[in-house]
């Protein structure tokens, strides 16, 4: 399982260029979304001076943000940030130019063209411009010096602003009118009041800046990690801690870092054009994972769980996602997180086009409204998609794109195909043909030459009302809420420890169950991470060390946790006769884990010697063999399911060189009590442990004390 370790939250409004940098760099797409809002004026009309095609100076210029977004670390001068993006711009238009081996374009583009190379919102008349008037507008500034051409273009695009200009291009604004008044006398009358009017109803909008922020990669400089459990971060941390009451769970230590990693896409160049199409959708779809993780987590060996997603975009942007255990809702005003099973929520104070993980849903619900997005996004990062033309099972023909990623992370790599930013994937999308609208979206995963379904679509309804009910969430009266660090009267005392000396002190303070002194540390700690680290007895720590897609520091612990109790479901309903388990649940009787047989038990040849344990036995059995790592022998008392569950993280284990035996708790069997409304008998147990894996922590905090982000 895996837990988000940190989600950035969009921070207040921000004016200037320093501090949107400095957000951005901290993670938050919107407040480079901001940026881009600020100068795409300006590097798409550099870009259109210099290559004479309106799509094309949007494609560099988009090309221009996103190879921003990468290097945002290495601009030093965070107040020259226009003079950088231009000079990325101007080196990529030379790049292009070169390439082509030829000047600029002389050549406009069709009205298709253009229309593709826009956002899918619908295209008023008045804002777009024919053939004819392309070819005409760039014929008539293809005979102007770039250096009068340029500030023109970003006059009349610039709502006529000579300061503006002056600011962009770093000139004075004496300089401006004399190169606009040369600029213009270079003009033929005839042509020029048409020009002013082209310029001003090409110029990108709202749609553009949206479009380059769906197109941004994952930042390495984002600690968008995750760990072990289920939780969600704000401002720096997210935390929730596993409660143990799986056995499968209890054989491995689950902690892991989720380092973002850019996922390049294998290709065949396709075009599409834009579908006009807008409104509510609704997407019905199930997701290999389990119900409380992440909903970027993918556990390949896990049954489907349902998932869904509703948007509606107008007459103001709000959408839902949900899956059993854990719901996001943004109601147009806020964004809401709630964590069902261990009764944690988090809010961001403001609207968001995504959050918490749900970035990879939010592109299947965009495309459900159009294609060009996704188009434009392969195209400008170098991806290619493959398209081919198909006839759908209702008949009617369909357009399908596949797209294949790669995660680039080697097959040794622990976090290897456990998120859909990890993972090696075939994407496939088929739209109606005619409407060009999403039918349904599949997505395999790739691995050892083979692919597995681990999402799929399966109703998708667009138009249809939404009740209003949907995007707001009622919670608990007693849910414990994310916090985030204050400075305390003593805060100088914690800001000055190691992360090694923090993770002793949170560790022995959950081990005397001091949890005002461990909450310093850790914030909320409910009930339930209580129980499980209340008592623990630190074993070892080891020296902190970093991970370039993490803020934070690891420091390696081990511990040994005081006895869990849990009860397993056993029933010999079944063909065979005999104790199989069937679900677990934890002590005050709350189903953690539902064991989902695709087939009845098999009687086997020796049926009667098993047919004959009561149910206490059978469970001692399964433990029996789970420890030797039988798995023969363990398919005769559970589902095939939990058992390729099981081995797959004993592999994963071991393929991080940790010792599985010194990680296998040690489980007790107690009485087994008969239950007339299950029908099933349920058997006590007990799970003794040692947990080693690695503490995260970070201090990117106002309070500037380290806290516990993920690892438990």
């Not at 048409?194 to 930042?219: I, W, Y």
Request: overall charge neutral; hydrophobic content about 40%; some cysteine.
């Amino acid at each position: 399982m895996l837990d988000t370790m940190t989600t950035r939250t969009v921070s207040a409004e921000l004016s200037k260029d320093a501090e949107l940098v400095d957000a951005s760099l901290a993670g938050n797409r919107d407040a480079f979304g901001k940026i881009v809002a600020r100068y795409q004026s300006l590097v798409c009309s550099l870009a259109y001076s210099a290559t004479g095609s309106l799509s094309q100076s949007e494609d560099v210029a988009q090309e221009t943000f996103v190879a921003a977004w990468k290097q945002l670390a290495g601009l030093r001068e965070r107040e020259k940030l226009r003079a950088w993006l231009c000079g990325i711009a101007r080196n990529l238009i030379n790049n292009s130019l070169r390439r082509q081996g030829r000047e600029p374009s002389h050549q406009a583009e069709s009205l298709e063209e253009i229309s593709e190379s826009h956002s899918p919102e619908p295209q008023p008349l008045e804002q777009t411009i024919s053939n004819e008037e392309a070819a005409i507008l760039w014929r008539s500034l293809e005979r102007i010096p770039e250096i009068y051409r340029e500030p023109l273009v970003l006059f009349y695009r610039e709502h006529q602003s000579i300061e503006t200009v002056a600011q962009s291009l770093e000139l004075t604004e004496d300089a401006v009118k004399q190169r606009l008044s040369r600029g213009r006398k270079m003009l033929h009358e005839q042509v020029l009041a048409f020009v002013e009017g082209a310029l001003v109803r090409t110029n990108p909008g709202k749609a553009f800046t949206l479009s380059v922020v769906a197109a941004l990669p994952l930042l390495d400089t984002t600690a968008k990690a995750a760990t072990a459990g289920a939780a969600a971060a704000k401002g720096g941390a997210a935390i929730k801690v596993l409660f143990m009451t799986k056995t499968t769970q209890a054989i491995i230590v689950a902690a892991i870092v989720l380092a973002a990693v850019t996922t390049p896409v294998v290709v065949h160049h396709y075009r599409a054009a834009a579908a006009n199409i807008s409104g509510n959708i609704h997407i019905r779809g199930q997701l290999r994972t389990p119900p409380g993780d992440n909903f970027s987590a993918i556990t390949p060996e896990a049954d489907f769980v349902p998932v869904e997603i509703w948007k509606q975009s107008k007459p103001k942007l709000k959408w839902r996602v949900e899956k059993p255990e854990r719901v996001v809702v943004m109601d147009g005003q806020s964004t809401l997180m709630y964590l069902k099973s261990v009764n944690l929520a988090n809010k961001i104070n403001q609207s968001s086009t995504s959050a918490f993980d749900t970035d990879w849903l939010q592109t299947i619900a965009n495309l459900g409204l159009s294609i060009t997005n996704e188009i434009r996004k392969a195209r400008v990062t170098g991806r290619d998609v493959k398209q081919t033309a198909e006839v759908g099972t209702d008949g009617q023909a369909e357009s399908v794109v596949t797209i294949e990623s790669q995660s680039k992370l080697p097959d040794s790599d622990y976090l290897k195909n456990k998120t859909f930013y990890t993972s090696d994937l075939s994407q496939v999308y088929r739209f109606d043909a005619g409407m060009k609208r999403l039918k349904s979206a599949q997505i395999y995963l790739l691995s050892g030459g083979d692919e597995k379904l681990i999402f799929e679509t399966t109703q998708i309804d667009y138009g249809k009302a939404i009740d209003p009910s949907v995007f707001h969430y009622d919670l608990p009266a007693d849910v414990a809420w994310y916090q985030e660090p204050k400075k305390l009267p003593d805060n100088q005392k914690y800001s000055s420890m190691t992360a090694e000396q923090a993770a002793r002190a949170f560790f022995e303070a959950c081990g005397r169950e001091d949890w005002n002194e461990a909450e310093k540390f850790m914030s909320p700690l409910t009930p339930d991470t209580k129980k499980y680290l209340g008592g623990l007895e630190l074993v070892s720590l080891g020296k902190s060390f970093k991970d370039h897609g993490y803020g934070g520091l690891f420091v390696p612990y081990e511990i040994k946790l005081r006895a869990q109790g849990f009860n397993i479901r056993v029933s010999n309903a079944n063909p065979a006769k005999r104790c199989v388990l069937t679900g677990i649940y934890d002590s005050q009787l709350k189903l953690q884990q539902d064991f989902k047989w695709s087939s009845p038990p098999e009687i086997l040849t020796n049926n009667d010697v098993y047919a004959r344990l009561s149910a206490a036995e059978a469970v001692k059995a399964y433990f029996d063999a789970q420890a030797n790592l039988d798995w023969v022998e363990m398919r005769k008392f559970t589902s095939e399911s939990d058992v390729e569950q099981t081995k797959s993280q004993v592999a994963e284990a071991t393929k991080q060189g940790l010792d599985i035996h010194k990680l296998m708790p040690v489980f007790q069997t107690g009485d087994a009590v008969w239950s007339d409304r299950e029908s099933a008998w349920f058997v006590k147990c007990q799970m003794l442990g040692i947990k080693n894996f690695n503490l995260a922590l970070r201090k990117d905090n106002a309070a500037g004390r380290w806290q516990v982000d993920g690892g438990l």
